[in-house]
């Protein structure tokens, strides 16, 4: 155990060694996670709600502290309101007899303390056990937040169970799915948003298009995870894009048709980058600055993701992801819409840098990257901004890296002695 901690403590030291620009925004995530901690409710409901919100998703709990307290608790119960549905959804022991009539009955248990589900692995598990918790503090919500909650709740549901029975074969279906999965996501914050006073309605096609590109990113992203899934693969590329490269959708993660899968990727990549112009015009809307900097940050990792899946076999290898500082840098950096626009001009950039002309898709690609990196242009913004993608043009000498290491010698040597 001593050394697999060695060995991580080395790993981030060569890391920030390799981008120094990431340390400051890296000990910074740090020291917030640690005082969102210090922020848990002391009542036992909403102590659960939170707690279980890191464990099932830190990325989401850490974005999530940027709301005002009234409509964080909303967005929380949300949120475990639909991991748990979603729970039920993606567990493959689960009869579809006995699945299809919780998913379409779903909604109506949210107040019912009483009721629980037995499903899921792991803190998805204790989630669905202990549901009740959930249901406590759903109760304490505003009438207007629960409103929202048990529709979206109720629509999802609905889809999930249609889908059950049903492939993605066409576009059209993987956009209904995602639709179900993640637009209604989209639509419910914007329905939370609007009913804690904080901002104005919006078009529901903008925020439709908020989800689908989140969950078509994490689609790409993680189709060996979803194609190796036990006891039964998940398969949400649809039949339309990859019967174009293969013959079945597992033949993707062969060797021999490595080829052929990152031109479907690529098919794929180019589907999801349709959603960015309205995701744009749905952000630079927010008046919020709180609930500015909680929809910007996901959407700007989104693009980050697809910029580096990209013409990249190691999606079909293992799982492509931003690096932890960069991560860290982009949550620290990311404050306005400026800094949204260059991000993802510069993403768009990079992914633009890696198109093949030989690629099928090649000249769709480049439109639709083209048309972002006018939206950018457009806005007028970009020479506003305190973000950049890559900061390694600024120098670093010598002494800085030396005092950079010394630091985290300094560190990592307290820690060691407590």
């Not at 400051?24 to 848990?40: D, G, S, T, W, Y």
């Not at 609007?194 to 689609?219: C, D, H, R, W």
């Not at 690529?266 to 980058?273: E, G, K, P, Q, S």
């Amino acid at each position: 155990m001593g050394m697999m901690k060695d060995s991580g403590r080395l790993g981030i030291v060569k890391a920030v060694l390799e981008h120094p620009e990431d340390l400051m925004p890296l000990m910074k995530m740090k020291v917030e996670a640690n005082k969102i901690k210090r922020q848990i409710p002391a009542e036992s409901h909403w102590g659960f709600a939170y707690s279980m919100l890191q464990k099932v998703s830190r990325s989401f709990f850490l974005v999530i502290k940027q709301l005002k307290p009234e409509l964080r608790n909303a967005v929380c119960i949300f949120y475990l309101v639909l991991r748990a549905l979603d729970t039920i959804e993606d567990d493959m022991r689960i009869p579809i007899d006995t699945k299809v009539p919780i998913l379409l009955g779903f909604h109506e248990h949210l107040n019912d303390r009483d009721w629980h589900f037995s499903c899921g692995m792991n803190a998805y598990k204790v989630l669905m056990d202990k549901f009740h918790f959930v249901s406590d503090a759903f109760t304490e919500l505003h009438k207007s937040y629960q409103e929202a909650i048990k529709d979206i709740t109720m629509r999802m549901g609905a889809g999930m169970a249609k889908f059950i029975c049903k492939e993605v074969d066409t576009i059209d279906d993987y956009d209904e799915y995602c639709h179900y999965v993640a637009g209604l996501v989209g639509l419910g914050l914007s329905k939370l948003f609007y009913a804690s006073k904080l901002e104005n309605a919006v078009p529901n096609s903008f925020a439709n298009s908020m989800g689908l590109f989140l969950q078509k990113t994490n689609i790409i992203r993680d189709y060996l995870e979803d194609i190796n899934e036990i006891p039964k693969s998940r398969m949400f590329w649809p039949r339309q894009i990859w019967s174009n490269y293969v013959d079945n959708l597992e033949d993707l993660k062969y060797e021999e048709n490595a080829v052929k899968a990152v031109q479907c990727l690529n098919d794929m990549v180019t589907n999801a980058l349709v959603h960015v112009e309205d995701c744009l015009k749905y952000m630079s809307a927010l008046k919020d600055r709180s609930i500015f900097g909680f929809c910007a940050l996901p959407q700007v990792m989104a693009i980050g993701t697809l910029a580096l899946c990209y013409n990249n076999v190691e999606v079909f290898r293992g799982v492509v992801k931003i690096r932890h500082g960069l991560a860290a840098r982009m949550s620290d950096q990311t404050k306005s819409m400026a800094d949204v626009y260059g991000a993802f001009y510069d993403f768009s950039t990079l992914l633009e840098s890696k198109v093949d002309k030989r690629d099928p898709n090649a000249s769709l690609t480049l439109k639709r990257v083209n048309a972002i990196k006018k939206a950018c242009l457009s806005s007028g913004l970009l020479n506003k901004r305190g973000f950049y993608v890559d900061e390694r043009q600024q120098l670093y000498n010598s002494a800085l890296i030396m005092l950079i290491a010394l630091l985290l010698a300094v560190f990592f040597a307290a820690r060691m002695v407590k």
